[in-house]
């Protein structure tokens, strides 16, 4: 059984940072392609960023986000600097039975339950 447990969120100002981590259990994240995405209050979900042999980000995040895995921990990192309001929602950790790289909701078989980002002053 697939399971994949974020943590790491929480409330934090603008410009500020957060570290989130996505545990997987029943997939190895070294062989899959591992992503995150976001879905804040009364929007669609959308792509963060993904990773496999490579890393691919949302334009939104690039410079600021830094997704990286823990073979030996099985698990997902989504560094998060210099935050802004606009970023504040609920974060999924996701993973594909694949190492393809993509950015498309539909291509991933696993979801992790979120863990809210809330930025405010």
């Known amino acids: 059984q697939v399971q994949l447990v974020e943590s790491g969120g929480g409330m934090v100002q603008p410009g500020g940072s957060l570290r989130l981590s996505c545990a997987a259990s029943?997939?190895?994240?070294?062989?899959?392609?591992m992503g995150w995405f976001r879905q804040a209050p009364g929007k669609e979900r959308k792509f963060v960023a993904a990773?496999?042999?490579?890393?691919i980000y949302a334009d939104s995040v690039k410079g600021r986000f830094t997704i990286s895995r823990d073979n030996a921990k099985n698990t997902v990192y989504l560094q998060m600097n210099s935050l802004k309001p606009e970023d504040t929602a609920v974060y999924y950790c996701?993973?594909?039975?694949?190492?393809?790289?993509?950015?498309?909701?539909?291509?991933?078989?696993?979801w992790g339950q979120g863990t809210q980002v809330t930025v405010s002053s």
């Open positions: 996701a993973a594909r039975s694949s190492s393809g790289l993509s950015s498309m909701i539909g291509d991933y078989d696993y």
């Open positions: 990773i496999s042999w490579n890393t």
């Open positions: 029943g997939r190895t994240v070294s062989s899959d392609a």
